[in-house]
Structures are given as structure tokens and as C-alpha cells.
Antibody, heavy 116, light 107 residues
Framework: EVQLVQSGAEVKKPGESLRISCKGSGYSFTSYWISWVRQMPGKGLEWMGRIDPTDTYTNYSPSFQGHVTISADKSISTAYLQWSSLKASDTAMYYC?????????WGQGTLVTVSS | DIQMTQSPSSLSASVGDRVTITCRAS??????LNWYQHKPGKAPNLLIYAASSLQSGVPSRFSGSGSGTDFTLTISSLQPEDSATYYC?????????FGQGTKVEIK
């Protein structure tokens, strides 16, 4: 069974760093890109970027380039989304998804709350 | 970036109704168009990929059509469990982009 399991909810202060994870199982992790998608409270879905776990090549949305880093460790079938300095506006639900013809499998989501 | 515009933003329909949601791209995306259903507290669910291909396990009342810049998602007979927000997404070029969503409510 294909699964993407994300790390748990986080509560952070502005300026702090954070890395959340997305672990794939039940398929060849290096055969599919992993995308990250944000949903801010009460808003729609936003594509942040994606990574090819084979060689860690990444594409970013210009809206997120420079503010987040997407990485992956194929040896443990895990992708990451990382911030070096969080802002209150980063408060959102974050999803990872396996990119096939469409994003066919999704993680359960990680809620990130940034508040002083 | 390719902009995706959905209409309507919301709709209310009765069980059994035929529902149509449209999605327009700011430039051609060929058939690289996907549709998702998103319910509160759950991960999005892929319904249609490549504009008209039904994802495995998705009920046949869902269908998609279109190519180039204009696309349609149709629910042939609305069911109570179809209450959700629906998004189109182009996967033709990066950055991949979503429409703003269409909220479907059951009367």
C-alpha cells in the first residue's frame, strides 16, 4: 500500500527554524517527484515546489523561492520542507504529495502554527 | 506563471443534480489538467488527471473534459458525500498552479 506519512503538528515562534518530513512507503521512492502544497487558514491550495528524490533536483514556485528549502534523503525514503526563519504568515497546513499523472497520493498534512 | 481561473466560486445544488465546474488557463496547458476534491480535515483527493482520465477508485459520476485553455469537471448526479471544495491544477509547466477552488454545497 502506497503511503506518505508526515511528521506531527508544530508550534513555533517567529524567527525559529523548522523542518517537517514526509516518509514514503509501498513504492519506489525515487520513481516519483514529491511536491509540497500549502493551505493557509480559510484559503485555497498553493503549490510550493517539488523534488526529484533520485538526484534532489528541485523546482520552486517564485512565491516560495528563497523562503523554504525542499530536500530529500532517498536512503530513508523521506522528503523535507524546511524554514530557517519562520514568520507568522507561515501558519498553515502543509501537504506532501506524490506526483504522477496528477498528485495521486497525499500525506495527511502537517499543521504549522507560528505565534509569539 | 500560468493562471488558473475557476467558476463559479461556490454553488449550491440538490442531490441528483448535474453539476458543472469550469476552469480556464491563461495559456494552453494541452491536456495537463488535473481535478481534486478537498474536504475539511482531509488531504486532497485526485479525481481526474490528464483532463479526462478518471483516477482509480473514483466514482464514475465524476468526469472531465477539455483541452488547451478550457476545461470542465462534471458531477452527473450529485451525492451528499460530494460536498467539498474542488480545485483544478495545471501540470504543464512549473510552477504548477491551482485554481482558486469551487465550494460545492448540498441544498
Amino acid at each position: 500500500e502506497v503511503q506518505l506519512v508526515q511528521s506531527g503538528a508544530e508550534v513555533k515562534k517567529p524567527g525559529e527554524s523548522l523542518r517537517i518530513s514526509c516518509k514514503g512507503s509501498g513504492y519506489s521512492f525515487t520513481s516519483y517527484w514529491i511536491s509540497w502544497v500549502r493551505q493557509m487558514p480559510g484559503k485555497g491550495l498553493e503549490w510550493m515546489g517539488r523534488i526529484d528524490p533520485t538526484d534532489t533536483y528541485t523546482n520552486y514556485s517564485p512565491s516560495f523561492q528563497g523562503h523554504v528549502t525542499i530536500s530529500a534523503d532517498k536512503s530513508i525514503s523521506t522528503a523535507y520542507l524546511q524554514w530557517s526563519s519562520l514568520k507568522a504568515s507561515d501558519t498553515a497546513m502543509y501537504y506532501c504529495a506524490r506526483q504522477n499523472w496528477g498528485d495521486d497520493y497525499w500525506g495527511q498534512g502537517t499543521l504549522v502554527t507560528v505565534s509569539s | 506563471d500560468i493562471q488558473m481561473t475557476q467558476s463559479p466560486s461556490s454553488l449550491s445544488a440538490s442531490v441528483g443534480d448535474r453539476v458543472t465546474i469550469t476552469c480556464r488557463a491563461s495559456q494552453s496547458v494541452s491536456n495537463y489538467l488535473n481535478w481534486y476534491q478537498h474536504k475539511p480535515g482531509k488531504a486532497p483527493n485526485l479525481l481526474i488527471y490528464a483532463a479526462s482520465s478518471l483516477q482509480s477508485g473514483v466514482p464514475s459520476r465524476f468526469s472531465g473534459s477539455g483541452s488547451g485553455t478550457d476545461f470542465t469537471l462534471t458531477i452527473s448526479s450529485l451525492q451528499p458525500e460530494d460536498s467539498a471544495t474542488y480545485y483544478c491544477q495545471q501540470s504543464y509547466s512549473t510552477p504548477l498552479t491551482f485554481g482558486q477552488g469551487t465550494k460545492v454545497e448540498i441544498k
